[in-house]
């Protein structure tokens, strides 16, 4: 429209002036009228208006979301320039496991010896007596601090068929004078628990008993050793330490035994 009109003036203008020449009354007049139409365009002309085009149809767009197990969106809220996640879940308490304190209670060998029996009151006295004793150690173990168990020990002799043969409860730990049933198991100290002595071509082990006697009028309890010869021979020997709550370790100790006028000799051992 803009542009028809701007033809019109620029036509206008044209005749006015062509028409000066031959008349000059109505040529002013025509290009007066000419020169208004412009400044009307000018003026009064704005952006052309483009009809809109209506749409065919409707078109309706539906967004579905299929069904998925995993499917698990994240919700954000924007909060001024940042965006905040949903929170989540608060992370388990983990709360320290202590450590379980324990000894390192082990069996190392079985050593013999042969100890001169001195003493008045001894049934040996006078003569050279060889011994075989266990020996048990609580190793250290790097970085942890162990129990230091108080136990006594319990032997059961048995035949190379397995049949019992004696069933002892309170057998005697040495060095010592042979009469102390109970040890404390200190970390590195080896200790050693009295398992059979010959003395006289004769096989006994030990076991340390209470006894009352009177002294000054008064009755008094004390530990005294006392030997059990053993006739037969011997297959194996299971050691249990016991403290006063429990059982600490347990060894089953194998031996070759074929001559009773000598100690057995260790040929393997089974910790239980």
């Known amino acids: 429209m803009k542009k028809d009109l701007m033809g019109v003036a620029t036509s ?11 008349g ?6 025509v290009a007066a009228i000419g020169v208004v139409v412009v400044i009307a365009v000018h003026i009064f002309g704005g952006k052309e208006h483009h009809p809109s085009i209506p749409s065919s149809a409707p078109v309706h767009q539906e967004n579905t979301q299929a069904f998925n197990p995993q499917f698990n969106p994240q919700f954000n809220i924007s909060v001024g320039n940042s965006s905040a996640s949903a929170a989540p879940a608060p992370a388990p308490v983990r709360f320290p496991i202590p450590k379980e304190e324990r000894h390192n209670i082990t069996f190392v060998d079985v050593r013999s010896a042969e100890k001169q029996q001195m003493h008045v009151f001894s049934r ?12 048990f150690e609580n190793k250290h ?48 100290v ?20 209470s006894a009352i006697t009177r002294v000054a009028g008064a009755k008094r309890r004390f530990q005294q050793p006392r030997e059990y010869e053993i006739k037969g021979p ?39």
């Not at 000059?24 to 007049?29: E, Q, S, T, V």
């Not at 942890?144 to 730990?173: C, F, H, Q």
């Open 12 to 22: 206008l203008i044209a005749s006015g002036i062509a028409w000066y020449f031959k």
């Open 24 to 29: 000059p009354n109505a040529g002013l007049m």
């Open 124 to 135: 040996f006295a006078g003569s050279t007596v060889l011994f075989s004793a266990a020996m």
């Open 141 to 188: 173990i790097q970085g942890e601090e162990l129990l230091v168990p108080i136990v006594k020990a319990r032997a059961i002799y048995r035949s190379p068929d397995g049949t019992g043969i004696l069933d002892m409860s309170n057998l005697p730990w040495v060095p010592g004078t042979g009469n102390a049933n109970r040890t404390k198991l200190e970390v590195n």
């Open 190 to 209: 080896p200790q050693y628990l009295l398992l059979l002595t010959l003395a006289n071509n004769r096989r006994y082990c030990r076991s340390v008993e």
């Open 234 to 272: 011997i297959g194996s020997i299971e050691v249990q330490l016991l403290s006063t709550k429990k059982q600490e370790y347990a060894v089953r100790l194998d031996f070759v035994d074929a001559d009773f006028a000598a100690l057995p000799l260790l040929r393997g051992w089974t910790e239980l």
